[in-house]
Nanobody
């Protein structure tokens, strides 16, 4: 079992930055690839970014490419999402997820999910 806890969300103006953290506990986190998803009000949850077990491979949704950066520190059992140049359309609850494989886009492949952290971008 892996427990995931997100933090770092908040209210920011358009053009600003936030860094989200996802702290993992339980089994060795380096055995899991990880990802961030988000869900805006009235919309389905969507993929944002993913990172492989060692961090050597990353993958991004087109909507965040060039603005967001996913990274991980396995010594700290933590995955990060650095979000720059934020836009109002980035407003959502952001979720961290983990899986033993590396299939970034398929939500059903993720075995563990956090509770989410709210990000609100004002215009």
């Amino acid at each position: 079992q892996v427990q995931l806890v997100e933090s770092g969300g908040g209210l920011v103006q358009a053009g600003g930055s936030l860094r989200l953290s996802c702290a993992a506990s339980g089994r060795t986190f380096s055995l899991y690839s990880a990802a961030w998803f988000r869900q805006a009000p009235g919309k389905e949850r969507e993929f944002v970014a993913a990172i492989s077990w060692s961090g050597s491979s990353t993958y991004y949704a087109d909507s965040v490419k060039g603005r967001f950066t996913i990274s991980r520190d396995n010594a700290k059992n933590t995955v990060y999402l650095q979000m720059n140049s934020l836009k109002p359309e980035d407003t959502a609850v952001y979720y961290c997820a983990a899986q033993t494989r590396y299939k970034p886009l398929t939500q059903l492949d993720y075995e563990y999910w956090g509770q989410g952290t709210q990000v609100t971008v004002s215009s």
